[in-house]
């Protein structure tokens, strides 16, 4: 036991990972980069229709250094 974290994206409380995040913004989070890998140029808006995590999470995701914010697009990170 002792080996939970709250998820920084959503508040949950969830078991440990190495990205201090739930498994559900976890999941979130990997559909995202997928795209932003094949399609660097996709809009922030078009990244949530497509995968339907809100704006709002995909904003926190690179606010924490997931990803670079650039003019309304996001890069993924290494
Ligand atoms: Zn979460």
Known sequence: MGNYQICDF?????????RKMCKSCEDGY??????????????????????????????AFARNGF????EGTIEGME
């Open 10 to 18: 959503c508040g949950n409380l969830s078991e440990k990972t190495s």
């Open 67 to 70: 990803f670079i914010l650039k």
């Open 30 to 59: 990997i559909k995202v980069r997928s795209i932003v890998e094949k399609y660097p140029d996709t809009m922030v808006i078009d990244i949530s229709r497509q995968t339907g995590i809100s704006t709002s999470k995909i904003l």
